[in-house]
């Protein structure tokens, strides 16, 4: 990014510390509802009853775009059912109180925006103006096949035998062989950019063993710096590090991993330092990407939800802000955390889940909601959820096999498709057979997903809608465990215990996955034993 750009935006972002705060309302129209702001409903762990799904309730409480992402993506963007948006440069509060928005920045007052008469309207309004297309796409792989990430099979003991074991395993269990990530702690600690020895003896070799069965290879890579290592000394002398507030020492900044200095990423310097380390780790191995982790704006937010007891120099947003734009100069790349990437060629995933029966309900309204703040390239969590405890001393009497099932088969049809955990370790061979039909069917129908990736690209359109986007004013406003894929298929998966439930058509004749020709515009009840995912053609 240019210097001159980056000073507009620390201007905008540093002064708003010193303005005085902004009140605005919005009036709702009648039937009017509100989508945007959030991927996430709520934060990792956040019991089910205490989610509301988009689109916001009348009443709805205070949401700090300042302090919180929610641990994934978020932009200064709402829009309505009735055509209409808002949009803001800088982060802002909102609530909600009888159908009304009440909105407050440190810039300025905030108006509402007419981008047509519908949802769709609205956001292809707002992006065309504010996020347009970039025109291009993460690497066509990482959505014409499953992902496989080593997180929860190996968690911070990452090492060369077992990532060869899991790669081998993929291909032995008869699972297309995709994208590889190896995630966090294969460094000797953070800010360092070697392979450890002593848990990697031969990374090139590794490399090449990977390369050779057809797979291309990730690693996790994050913007902190552990304290007292030569990469600290270095980066604090160059002043590329986040400093303490009204200080010029590094701040210690608290995250999931302990304390650490952060890389001070509005600084040309600090991303130039690291894209050439990343750069350095390509041409030294052959990595193919790199898994962008840890740039959450609360780990930097005074007041958020995890900020440390120290404040800092630096405007939050712009830091997550500056990582995804980092992201951009691989074609293999995966984000968590976003501010304002909406249209850019960045793979995002949702936040890690627990391995529930909630947590899964969140797997379509969180997706839908990725599509509406202009992320279309987006990976739902690992199938199974992200969270490490969850598969650690498993019984085995015990465990649920059919939400593993049917976690595979929500992703099957989204725009792309993760593992972590072997589903070969938990899984009995009913089971097992069962997800790698869902892993196949994403791989056959990759070459559909990736057009829409490249249209994406283009025009900015979602790849997984909501069918209010799809087909307004036909009582789809609050559908949140039914999506479309494109403008072609319609996917109904179960996302509760049990082998049946209704499905809403819209207007239309429709074709289901066994053939059976159905006419749309009401709900009907489909059997859904646990070898079915149940979706639609539009003809």
């Known amino acids: 990014m240019k210097k001159s750009l980056l000073a507009v935006l620390l201007f905008v972002f540093t002064t708003s510390i010193f303005a005085q705060k902004f009140m605005s309302e919005i009036k709702s129209l009648e039937g009017e509802k509100w989508y945007g702001a959030?991927?996430?409903?709520?934060?990792?762990?956040?019991?089910?009853?205490?989610?509301?799904?988009?689109?916001?309730?009348?009443?709805?409480?205070?949401?700090?775009?300042?302090?919180?992402?929610?641990?994934?993506?978020?932009?200064?963007?709402?829009?309505?059912?009735?055509?209409?948006?808002?949009?803001?440069?800088?982060?802002?509060?909102?609530?909600?109180?009888?159908?009304?928005?009440?909105?407050?920045?440190?810039?300025?007052?905030?108006?509402?925006?007419?981008?047509?008469?519908?949802?769709?309207?609205?956001?292809?309004?707002?992006?065309?103006?504010?996020?347009?297309?970039?025109?291009?796409?993460?690497?066509?792989?990482?959505?014409?096949?499953?992902?496989?990430?080593?997180?929860?099979?190996?968690?911070?003991?990452?090492?060369?035998?077992?990532?060869?074991?899991?790669?081998?395993?993929?291909?032995?269990?008869?699972?297309?062989?995709?994208?590889?990530?190896?995630?966090?702690?294969?460094?000797?600690?953070?800010?360092?950019?070697?392979?450890?020895?002593?848990?990697?003896?031969?990374?090139?070799?590794?490399?090449?063993?990977?390369?050779?069965?057809?797979?291309?290879?990730?690693?996790?890579?994050?913007?902190?710096?552990?304290?007292?290592?030569?990469?600290?000394?270095?980066?604090?002398q160059a002043n590329c590090l986040i400093l303490k507030k009204g200080s010029k020492a590094p701040a210690l900044i608290k995250w999931w991993n302990g304390y650490s200095a952060c890389l001070d990423l509005t600084n040309p310097k600090a991303l130039e330092w690291m894209q050439t380390k990343l750069k350095s780790l390509q041409e030294r191995y052959g990595i193919d990407g790199f898994k962008f982790d840890a740039a959450d704006f609360d780990f930097y937010a005074k007041g958020s939800r995890i900020f440390p007891n120290e404040d800092t120099n630096t405007e939050p947003c712009l830091q997550t802000e500056m990582f995804g734009k980092l992201g951009t100069a691989f074609d293999f790349n995966e984000f968590r955390a976003g501010w304002k990437n909406g249209g850019q060629p960045l793979a995002q995933r949702l936040q890690d889940k627990r391995y529930s029966w909630d947590d899964i309900k969140l797997l379509v309204p969180d997706m839908l909601s990725a599509g509406l703040i202009g992320h279309a390239f987006t990976c739902p969590d690992m199938i199974g959820g992200g969270l490490l405890g969850d598969f650690e001393n498993i019984d085995y009497k015990t465990f649920d096999q059919e939400l593993m099932v049917r976690s595979a088969q929500i992703q099957a049809l989204m725009p792309m498709m993760q593992f972590s955990v072997a589903p070969w370790r938990v899984l009995d061979a009913q089971h097992l057979k069962i997800v790698q039909d869902a892993a196949l069917l994403h791989a056959k129908m990759g070459d559909y997903i990736y057009e829409l990736a490249q249209k994406a690209a283009k025009d900015g359109e979602p790849i997984v809608r909501h069918l209010e986007y799809s087909f307004p004013n036909q009582g789809f406003s609050s559908c949140d465990d039914q999506f479309m894929l494109g403008d072609k298929y319609l996917v109904a998966p179960m996302v509760d215990k049990g082998e049946s439930r209704d499905v809403k058509l819209p207007k239309g004749s429709w074709v289901d996955d066994l053939g059976k020709k159905y006419k749309g515009g009401k709900t009907v009840k489909m059997n859904v034993p646990l070898n079915r995912l149940v979706y639609f053609t539009r003809m």
Not at 167 to 189: E, L, Q
Not at 202 to 230: E, I, R
Request: with cysteine; aromatic share 14%; glycine share 6%.
């Open 38 to 236: 959030y991927t996430a409903k709520a934060f990792c762990n956040t019991p089910l009853k205490d989610i509301t799904f988009q689109p916001y309730a009348a009443n709805e409480k205070r949401n700090d775009l300042r302090t919180d992402n929610r641990g994934n993506q978020a932009a200064p963007l709402l829009m309505s059912n009735k055509g209409r948006y808002v949009w803001s440069n800088a982060p802002f509060v909102f609530e909600f109180k009888d159908g009304n928005i009440i909105l407050s920045s440190d810039v300025e007052k905030i108006e509402s925006a007419v981008g047509g008469k519908t949802l769709r309207e609205a956001y292809m309004s707002a992006q065309a103006k504010f996020f347009p297309a970039s025109g291009k796409t993460p690497n066509e792989l990482m959505f014409k096949i499953p992902q496989y990430n080593t997180w929860i099979e190996l968690g911070t003991d990452q090492n060369q035998k077992d990532v060869i074991k899991y790669a081998d395993d993929v291909m032995k269990n008869g699972f297309p062989v995709g994208v590889f990530m190896i995630d966090d702690n294969w460094s000797h600690y953070y800010g360092n950019y070697e392979f450890n020895p002593t848990t990697f003896p031969n990374p090139k070799g590794m490399m090449d063993y990977l390369h050779a069965k057809g797979f291309k290879v990730m690693l996790w890579v994050t913007p902190f710096v552990s304290p007292d290592s030569k990469e600290y000394r270095e980066l604090a």
